[in-house]
């Protein structure tokens, strides 16, 4: 009997903990999850009391393993104590020119290559924030861009000098100083920052120059098209910098690890994937552009063991031939967002015991998600630990007028389980909205006020979300003036601006419609032509050509007599989508962007099945 009594106090614990397990499965990973995100927390509070930068981190951790690969880029690979040096050099140029003090921002355009990485890690040495451009952006877009960031140097990588080319004058008009990284600029307003670097020391850069950056000073600025009009300039902080850089560690990641990254750096998942890389002092593998063929061949190049994804990625890594070698490769996670529940399953299958950690988030926003349970098809979960720290909720959304719907009190009305609702978050003192540079009226938008009680204030993320009955979250779809479309924002805004500029166009309302087989939305216009004009199939698809990257660009055009508005002149839109480009429901002509034949054609039930069975590649 003493036995008994001995043992009875362990049977009651095992018998709770048994209860508890049932009752509540996923307990241990939603008490896992959150003594690892307080671990975080508590190591990014004290880097805010010492105001301890990444850039400081980067100098420390190039000092500690010198001669640790950082960057393996194709047939090259740069060292920690490499990199470091020429991000010396790069900041050396720019502070002997006398064009930037600290506090200035400095303006990126480059693609994924090595030299990104030294000239960001420089700007930030200097005490400054760097706008990184999105290098598919042209013309009016990057003027825009530019001039969100305040900055008066633009520093552009070689291959994209054309584009800056096209907006010279306009940039001369501005007093803007442009840097080439190339040994000899074909035109002499553009200063060749290569041949520069070569004439100054790689010795550090004073830790002086840094003296009145704290946590809250801007790092970057990364553009996002948002909801409405052009992009805008995010503002991310040194300490917002810090919270998403110790993503990768929250994720598991170790200083062993080999990350492959083929996001944009100009993006925040990349930038963010090269910025946690340092922080745990890994070696990263950098692709210039994404390729589903030579993905794996890479893989295996360069040991990758962590891989950095977005849904269209890994849709295209299935859809590529099968090999016999499929499986040989030593990946062991794939971090990122947007893939869909029958890729999740198809990869998984195909690729062997890769682990997915799907996430969500956005630049702006003041909260993210993890799927940490790896739930095939879900975000994230509704953790109510995390939930207290970071108050979000789904509420009712109305479609069709495009605003949340509230009670009789003004309030809006929560949305029960099971059910898709507008996802918000409170915005508070520990989870701030910083907005977006010079533009307050856009940071107001992203606002909603008297939310769950009179005088409160969430952001507004513009997603359509479910929780289900366990709790899991699921993405539903996007609502407001963005669809996205090959990895990338598009503002329907925007592209309607572009296209009324064609001769032939009056008016036009843009949105994105799915294609089966594609992640996202593809890109269609209904427009309505001027007085005595025909639609010019070639004048407009050049127009398109030279003002719109390929992702934005609509693939389909439905001609109108007129388009329906709203009483505030909002383009009615939803009938629009529903119809998508279905030529037997649509009396319309109807128009497909055929990249061969470099012109928008007729659309014909032919081409439809060939876009739909995928021999059409859009």
């Known amino acids: 009997m003493q036995v008994i009594a001995n043992m009875l106090p362990w049977l009651l614990l095992a018998g709770f903990t048994l209860f508890l397990l049932f009752r509540f499965p996923y307990l241990y990973q939603d008490v896992k999850f959150m003594v690892t995100h307080l671990r975080i927390r508590r190591k990014i509070f004290q880097h805010t009391q010492n105001n301890y930068t990444i850039v ?13 690969p950082l960057l393996l880029f194709e047939d090259e690979t740069f060292t920690y104590q490499e990199v470091d040096r020429l991000s010396n050099r790069a900041a050396r140029v720019l502070l002997e020119s006398g ?4 506090g200035d921002t400095v303006t990126l355009f480059a693609a994924n290559e090595p030299v990104f990485a030294w000239l960001w890690l420089a700007v930030l040495k200097l005490g400054c924030s760097a706008a990184l451009l999105n290098s598919n952006i042209r013309s009016k877009s990057l003027l825009h861009c530019f001039r969100c960031s305040g900055a008066q140097v633009l520093l552009v990588a070689r291959d994209l000098q054309g584009a800056v080319e096209e907006v010279l004058p306009e940039l001369l008009e501005q007093q803007v100083t442009v840097f080439f990284m190339g040994s000899t600029p074909a035109t002499s307003a553009m200063q060749s920052f290569t041949e520069k670097m070569s004439h100054v020391s790689s010795e550090p850069i004073g830790q002086d120059l840094r003296s009145h950056v704290n946590m809250q000073s801007p790092a970057v600025y990364v553009y996002t098209s948002g909801t409405t009009g052009l992009p805008k300039a995010a503002l991310l902080t040194h300490i917002k910098l810090w919270r998403l850089t110790m993503v990768l560690r929250a994720s598991g990641l170790t200083s062993d690890d080999v990350l492959y990254i083929s996001l944009p750096l100009y993006h925040t998942s990349g930038l963010v994937g090269f910025t946690g890389g340092i922080e745990l002092g890994l070696t990263v593998a950098l692709k210039k552009k994404f390729s589903s063929s030579q993905f794996w061949d890479d893989c295996r190049k360069y040991n990758v063991t962590v891989i950095q994804y977005i849904g269209e990625i890994m849709r295209f890594i ?4 099968k090999k ?4 040989s490769h030593k990946v062991r996670l794939a971090i990122g967002n947007g893939i869909r529940a029958n890729v999740w399953r198809d990869f998984v299958s195909r690729f062997g015991n890769v682990r997915i950690l799907e996430l969500y988030g956005a630049t702006e926003a003041n909260f993210f998600f993890m799927n940490y349970c ?15 720290r970071y108050p979000f909720t789904l509420i009712k959304y109305d479609v069709d007028q495009g605003e949340p719907l509230r009670d009789s009190s003004g309030l809006c009305i929560p949305v029960p389980k099971g059910e898709p609702g507008l996802l918000v978050s409170e915005i508070t003192a520990r989870a701030p909205f910083l907005g977006y540079a010079r533009d307050l009226q856009q940071t107001e938008k992203k606002k909603l006020h008297d939310v769950s009680k009179k005088g409160d204030v969430y952001f507004n993320t513009g997603d359509l979300m479910l929780i289900d009955k366990d709790g899991f979250i699921y993405f539903q779809d996007r609502v407001g ?18 296209i ?11 949105y994105g419609v799915e294609v089966p087989g594609n ?3 593809v890109g269609m216009a209904a427009v309505a032509l001027k007085d005595g004009h025909a639609f010019d199939c070639l004048g407009v698809f050049k127009h398109i050509e030279s003002f719109l990257p390929t992702y934005a660009r609509p693939r389909f055009i439905r001609i109108q007599s007129s388009l329906d508005v709203t009483g505030t002149f909002k383009h009615v839109k939803a009938k629009l989508v529903k119809e998508a480009f279905n030529p037997s429901a649509i009396k319309e002509p109807l128009y497909f962007l055929d990249d061969k034949e470099k012109r928008y054609v007729p659309l014909t039930t032919d081409i439809v099945h060939a876009v739909i069975s995928g021999s059409i590649k859009i």
């Open 318 to 321: 299935c859809n590529t031939p």
């Open 99 to 102: 064009l930037v003090k600290q």
């Open 500 to 510: 009324t500029q064609a001769d032939c166009i009056s008016e036009a309302a843009v």
């Open 481 to 498: 003036d963005t669809f996205r479309w090959k990895g990338e924002n598009v503002s329907t805004n925007e592209v309607a601006d572009v």
């Open 519 to 521: 992640e996202g939305r």
């Open 56 to 68: 400081e981190h980067f100098v420390e951790t190039a000092k500690r393993q010198p001669h640790k």
């Open 374 to 388: 790896n739930k095939i098809g879900a975000v994230g979960r509704d953790n109510f630990l995390y939930r207290w």
């Open 324 to 327: 016999p070698n499929d499986r």
